[in-house]
């Protein structure tokens, strides 16, 4: 790798950018040249000022701006943290293509797009190919604990039945936008039907995960499920956002189970509630049983920051295209660069 500093602007200030941002500004090998954002409270300031660190002499330009921008700053890595869903992500990527940068994305279904949008997917592929940069999508959830991490732990196993993961999370410890989106505070029948509209969505992701393990360990899924239910307050619960009457939603039981030949591979169990213990879990049964648990829970803010800034040098030592944590070398902690 070169000794020279990588270029990079953040599109999207929102919680996960700004603390992207902060961290990327410890490392010496890269050079944070600009951001990118809509809110008229940001467009114009130092991202310095934005993020909390003092002036760096770097500005947030408007979206409208993006693509003069990115061409302008010679950035070599985008750093995309605006949306979930690639069929609104896709006009963002594609300013990001078209001047020439690489991206790390940590919209969740970009993690293995072909599943929810194939058709963008192959397009936004293409046009990372002419373009000679390759395009990611990653974080902690899809991009690690259900997918990347089962994965690499299958590597001492000589086969594998079934992979088992589970996810548990004290939803009162998350920020606002969390709790917002798992429905927090809801009747039931409310969220019913605010999920059907779209209106919050609770976890991303469980499809994703699930072809993201089975490419990766050469499995072909035969039908995937995915099913979210409210977690009901048993007594009166507070948290530092919302006030939960007993009978009204704490959280959210999710499932996610892939199918090989009608027989369950994979399942990955998310629940998230308030006060629960935070852990995350995964167990192969295979030749030999494993069990691997993290009984402090892997942060998801923290954790995504790292994940996407680790996966940086890869994604730029990677070949053009659209790509997934399963055509990279695993991304580590890089002290030195």
Wanted: glycine share 8%.
């Amino acid at each position: 790798m070169s000794a020279k500093k990588i270029n990079v602007a953040i599109y999207g200030l929102g919680a996960i950018g700004v603390l992207i941002a902060r961290y990327l500004r410890e490392k010496h090998w890269v050079s944070l040249v600009g951001a990118i954002d809509i809110d008229p409270s940001k467009v114009g300031k130092d991202v310095g000022e934005i993020i909390g660190v003092g002036a760096l002499g770097v500005k947030v330009v408007h979206d409208n701006e993006a693509l003069e921008f990115l061409k302008d700053s010679n950035v070599d890595v985008v750093v995309h943290t605006v949306t979930t869903y690639l069929d609104k992500a896709f006009p963002q990527l594609e300013k990001a293509i078209r001047a020439g940068a690489n991206v790390v994305s940590t919209s969740e279904t970009l993690a293995y797009p072909w599943y929810r949008f194939p058709e963008l997917a192959d397009k936004l592929n293409d046009l990372a190919k002419r373009n000679n940069v390759t395009v990611l999508g990653t974080g902690v959830n899809p991009g690690f604990i259900f997918d990347t991490l089962p994965a690499f732990l299958s590597s001492v196993c000589v086969s594998v039945n079934k992979i088992s993961v589970t996810r548990s999370i004290d939803a009162a410890k998350r920020r606002y936008p969390f709790q917002k989106k798992y429905g927090l505070s809801l009747k039931p029948d409310e969220f019913y039907e605010m999920m059907e509209k779209g209106e919050i969505t609770a976890h991303v992701g469980y499809a994703e995960s699930i072809l993201l393990i089975s490419s990766m360990l050469g499995i072909k899924i035969d039908r995937v499920v995915e099913k979210q239910e409210p977690v009901i307050a048993e007594k009166h619960v507070k948290t530092q956002y919302f006030d939960i009457p007993k009978g009204h939603v704490s959280g959210i039981r999710g499932l996610g189970i892939g199918y090989v030949n009608d027989k369950e591979f994979i399942r990955l169990e998310l629940i998230a509630s308030v006060g629960r213990s935070d852990y995350d879990e995964i167990v192969i049964d295979g030749n030999p049983r494993l069990k691997w648990r993290n009984e402090y829970g892997t942060s998801g803010d923290i954790a995504t920051a790292a994940m996407v800034i680790n996966a940086i040098p890869k994604v730029i030592e990677a070949g053009p295209g659209l790509i997934t944590m399963k055509d990279i070398t695993i991304p580590t902690l890089k002290i030195k660069l």
